[in-house]
């Protein structure tokens, strides 16, 4: 049976159309990757400051228990607090700081020599450990050579030995320039989106809410509120959780008498913000610095940072964390090496917080559409 003209017409003009907006969605998919790879650094950047924004939030809300008052004078307050708990610890334990933290690098680089010796004493490779025997036989073996082959009578240095020392040392004071430059910027583009992001968080919540069509901003507005509501939960508890572990730590370093606890307390805390990898590093970190006042003290270092651990994973993120995110720990560690192989330090420290995203919207997809659809249900 022959089909008529107007319908066969119809049906290549439709397969074309979709062949047509196929090819578009997939050109925009690719320029979507391409634009996110080239630029992850900057993304990553902005979506700090936005988690910022939502922990200032956060605590401004929680605040509004106690306080009813408007939302600017509450989120002042709570700046205002920041900054003086920053202040107080930098001029109480400033100077402290700065001893522990020389100190405690220099252990660190002792012990990593020993380490190297002892696991060469045992036949173990660790050419991966020479980056620094390196440039220090090159800066202490080769100049003096050059010096003497090419230098003035007197010892004096020659002119070309003048000239490459001072140009090394301009090199590396731009690259120290522009690293700390580059490092206050973006401290500062954190902050400023964090703060920006805090005080009118209403405005930029319909904003991101106009840009979705029409027919499905009201899930839109579902996905993006569940989003927001689990990362002040998740935040907040991170917060409390980050305090524990650098308290517990450098009371138990203290104890124990190990030199440089306050400052390894810190780098516990802060590690905790990164699931799993953290841990691991902080520990290592503790455990490492610990070998310089012996066996005994580095066995016991040890044992308190599994206690740390264990409190953390055991106590702490259940009570504080249960409500906030149910990710399996094997699903969290692949996704944190994942991006932290592709993006580097920005996708292993922000993992948690995208899969939280993410898995608040594969949740919406799976469950609630398919209890709003009677056919999906049955």
């Given at each position: 049976?022959?089909?008529p ?10 397969m074309a ?70 202040a ?9 700081i ?15 020599g ?22 220090s ?9 050059a ?14 030995a ?34 920006a992001?805090?005080a ?104 308190l ?23 399996p ?11 932290g192989?592709?993006?580097?330090i ?33």
């Amino acid at each position: 049976m022959l089909v008529p003209p107007e319908p066969r017409l119809q049906a290549r003009s439709d397969m074309a159309w979709a062949i047509a907006v196929g090819g578009i969605g997939v050109v925009l998919c690719i320029a979507a990757l391409a634009f996110t790879w080239y630029y992850s650094a900057a993304i990553f950047l902005m979506f700090a400051g936005m988690l910022l924004g939502v922990a200032l939030n956060a605590m401004t809300s929680r605040l509004g228990y106690v306080l009813p008052w408007p939302h600017a004078i509450r989120l002042m307050m709570v700046c205002v607090t920041l900054a003086l708990l920053l202040a107080g610890v930098v001029f109480l334990f400033g100077a402290t700081i700065a001893d522990q933290a020389k100190v405690l690098s220099d252990t660190i680089k002792s012990q990593l020599g020993n380490v190297k010796a002892f696991l060469d004493s045992h036949g173990i490779d660790t050419s991966y450990f020479d980056f620094s025997n390196t440039a220090s036989s090159a800066s202490e073996g080769t100049a003096p050579a050059a010096s003497q082959s090419h230098g003035l009578p007197g010892g004096l240095p020659s002119p070309s030995a003048l000239a490459s020392s001072g140009g090394a040392i301009v090199s590396q004071t731009l690259k120290l320039l522009l690293g700390t430059i580059s490092a206050v910027g973006n401290i500062f583009i954190v902050l400023f989106l964090g703060l920006a992001f805090a005080a009118q968080p209403s405005v930029y919540r319909h904003g991101l809410l106009f840009l979705a069509p029409a027919k499905y901003r009201d899930e839109a507005t579902v996905i993006v509120d569940r989003i927001s509501d689990t990362l002040e939960r998740w935040l907040i508890a991170q917060i409390i959780t980050m305090f524990a572990v650098f308290l517990v730590t450098w009371i138990g370093l203290t104890i124990i008498g190990i030199q440089s606890a306050f400052i390894l307390g810190i780098q516990a805390g802060l590690l905790a913000f990164v699931p799993t990898v953290g841990a691991i590093v902080a520990g290592l970190i503790v455990v490492l610095a610990s070998l310089a006042s012996g066996w005994v003290a580095a066995a016991s270092a040890a044992v308190l940072f599994l206690g740390v651990h264990a409190m953390e994973s055991y106590v702490l993120t259940p009570l504080i964390q249960r409500q906030a995110l149910d990710i399996p720990p094997a699903t969290l560690f692949a996704f944190q090496i994942l991006l932290g192989i592709v993006f580097g330090i920005w996708g292993l420290t922000l993992a948690l917080p995208l899969l939280a995203i993410a898995k608040v919207m594969i949740d919406y997809f799976k469950t609630d559409r398919a209890a709003e659809d009677p056919a999906a249900a049955i």
